[in-house]
């Protein structure tokens, strides 16, 4: 079963804006991931934030977790047309290693 | 930087085959992970491994079987394909550890059962 959700389904913003993604799960976790996906290619591994963090920076990404509402934001900041991609979550439950991942936003930046 | 190598980009198949996706990790990981994806359904986990000979299911293991013999290969079978297994394939690895370690994925196999 899946246990993140990805709102929104799909973004379209112009480049040099911001884009949000939100991401919602339903159990408890160890920690949860974000990964990007350029299209007919595999899923590259973003940011990792765990249960005991609120907030973590990476370049141009910042990562929210609120683990009183199960849920979790990606910001991209400055979008570039590069950017374009399906942005994934995926959540490593309490319970063991393996991700579940959630159907993912599909994010258009346009030029 | 990791490198996960699936055997082919794509790949077609009749009906009642038996076809073998091939995943190669060069990076001494000792998890290994065969998902498929479908729009609208996202990744779904089939089988993963946390060791060599050792196989755990995951979601959507029904019609497919797993091999792993060395700790750098991990083999999808699907023991007699079905149109409804066309999809997808992306393998995963990532190292073992306590405080979560991402997955490092190929680029995936387009497979098409006719």
């Known amino acids: 079963s899946q246990q993140g959700e990805e709102d929104p389904q799909a973004l379209s913003i112009q480049e040099g804006e911001n884009a949000t993604m939100n991401c919602s799960y339903k159990?408890?976790?160890?920690?949860l991931q974000w990964y990007r996906q350029n299209s007919g290619r595999g899923l590259v591994h973003l940011i990792l934030i765990r249960s005991n963090e609120r907030e973590k920076h990476s370049g141009r990404l910042r990562v929210t977790l609120d683990t009183s509402k199960k849920s979790s934001s990606l910001l991209i900041t400055a979008s570039r047309a590069a950017d374009t991609a399906s942005y994934f979550c995926?959540?490593?439950?309490?319970?063991?290693?393996?991700?579940?991942f959630g159907e993912g936003t599909q994010l258009t930046v346009n030029p | 930087d990791v490198k996960v190598t699936q055997s082919s980009r794509y790949l077609v198949k009749r009906t009642g085959e038996k076809v073998f996706l091939e995943c190669v990790q060069d990076m001494d990981h000792e998890n290994m992970f065969w998902y498929r994806q479908d729009p609208g359904l996202g990744l779904r986990l089939i089988y993963f491994s946390y060791d060599v000979k050792m196989k755990e299911k995951g979601d959507i293991p029904e019609g497919y079987s797993v091999s792993r013999e060395k700790k750098e290969r991990f083999s999808l079978i699907l023991e007699s394909a079905s149109t409804n297994q066309t999809s997808m394939y992306l393998c995963a690895s990532s190292l073992w550890g306590w405080a979560g370690q991402p997955q490092h994925f190929g680029d995936g196999t387009r497979l098409s059962i006719l």
């Open positions: 159990t408890s976790i160890n920690n």
């Open positions: 995926a959540t490593e439950e309490t319970s063991g290693s393996r991700l579940t």
